[in-house]
């Protein structure tokens, strides 16, 4: 199958489809961290998602044609129900709730255009937010724990609830009946402040400025990756 993975630099789906034996590609405006730019589409997502011909980082041109099956991960800054009082008149400044709001309907537009694209199966992904409402609530919620081998496995054995809207795809089956994690906590001591560890600081240990905390939490985990390709790589 030819398929498009929409605003990974990532690049751990793409990764996951190309094991596969899929002509699987990456797209986004960032250069990718997870080493294939051969199969990278560095640009426009949207542009790229009208297939015909596509340019990879290595200069290659690759005849697409179409699409067959749509994978995107659009942007959540504005999307997803963090920073409410951002969005609030009674707490913020109204010029700051305006533009605020101003981004948050063009996200909105960008996320549905995906939705609304030319492709025959589609996934779209992003974590509980205002597309629940303004759209329609997402056909299934997982979390990465549901795709673990064991609880000992670091990279996907814990929580994080994560969105899918799909266009003529199967929901995605759970892996294992593993309990829920339980929370970790920043700890002073013996005393801890309360304050859960995020997954991509206290599972993957990345602590280095807000852009790589930020590219962390994007991040697919594999395990969901891997649940993917193998659920939805059937013609």
């Given at each position: 199958m030819k398929v498009l993975v929409a605003c990974e630099e990532s690049q751990e789906v793409f990764k996951a489809f190309r094991a596969k034996g899929h002509e699987a590609y990456s797209c986004d405006i960032q250069e990718p961290s997870g080493g294939h730019p051969e199969w990278h589409i560095l640009g426009d997502a949207l542009k790229a998602l009208r297939g015909g011909q596509v340019v990879t980082m290595d200069g290659v041109t690759h005849d697409i044609g179409k699409w067959d099956l749509l994978i995107a991960h659009p942007p959540c800054t504005y999307l997803s129900n963090a920073a409410t009082r951002a969005y609030s008149l009674r707490v913020t400044?109204?010029?700051k709730v305006v533009a605020r709001w101003a981004k948050r309907v063009e996200a909105a537009i960008f996320f549905m255009q995906f939705m609304l694209a030319d492709v025959p199966r589609i996934a779209v992904e992003n974590p509980v937010g205002i597309m629940n409402t303004a759209y329609r609530k997402a056909d299934q919620i997982i979390h990465p724990y549901y795709f673990a081998e064991s609880e000992s496995d670091e990279e996907n054995y814990h929580t994080k609830r994560t969105c899918l809207w799909l266009k003529n795809l199967p929901l995605l089956k759970k892996k294992n009946d593993l309990p829920r994690p339980k929370p970790r906590y920043?700890?002073?001591?013996?005393?801890?402040?309360?304050?859960?560890?995020?997954?991509?600081?206290?599972?993957?240990?990345?602590?280095?400025?807000?852009?790589?905390?930020?590219?962390?939490?994007?991040?697919?985990?594999p395990g969901i990756a891997k649940a993917m390709s193998e659920q939805w790589g059937k013609k």
């Open positions: 400044p109204a010029e920043f700890c002073q001591g013996e005393k801890c402040k309360g304050k859960p560890i995020a997954w991509c600081e206290g599972i993957r240990g990345i602590t280095n400025g807000q852009e790589g905390r930020a590219k962390a939490r994007s991040k697919t985990a």
